[in-house]
């Protein structure tokens, strides 16, 4: 059975720093890119980080470059999202979703179920 479970979200003043895990199993962790999504409300979900199977490359949104980085420890089969000098603006619940394109294109996609950040004072 498939599982993502996303921990670390909680309540941040603005400034601080939080570091959010996503603890995997049930499918090859390493087979896959690793990825955080964040839906704020009323908005649609938007992607905020990618990491590729092995780690080598990673991607952000402009919004969160220089303040958010995206790591994997593929020995523990789990992705991180450390979060600094955090906005109002980040408030959001933040979703893992691990990722795997086939060869002829097909996208299998897992999502855990999100855990919650809120900036405010």
């Known amino acids: 059975q498939v599982q993502l479970v996303e921990s670390g979200g909680g309540l941040v003043q603005p400034g601080g720093s939080l570091r959010l895990s996503c603890a995997t199993s049930g499918f090859t962790f390493t087979s896959y890119a690793m990825n955080w999504y964040r839906q704020a409300p009323g908005k649609e979900r938007e992607l905020v980080a990618g990491?590729?199977?092995?780690?080598?490359?990673?991607n952000y949104a402009d919004s969160v470059k220089g303040r958010f980085t995206i790591s994997r420890d593929n020995a523990k089969n789990t992705v991180y999202l450390q979060m600094n000098s955090l906005k109002p603006e980040d408030t959001a619940v933040y979703y893992c979703n691990a990722r795997r394109v086939g060869i002829y294109g097909h996208a299998v996609d897992y999502w855990g179920k999100g855990t919650l950040v809120t900036v405010s004072s």
């Open positions: 990491i590729t199977s092995a780690g080598v490359s990673r």
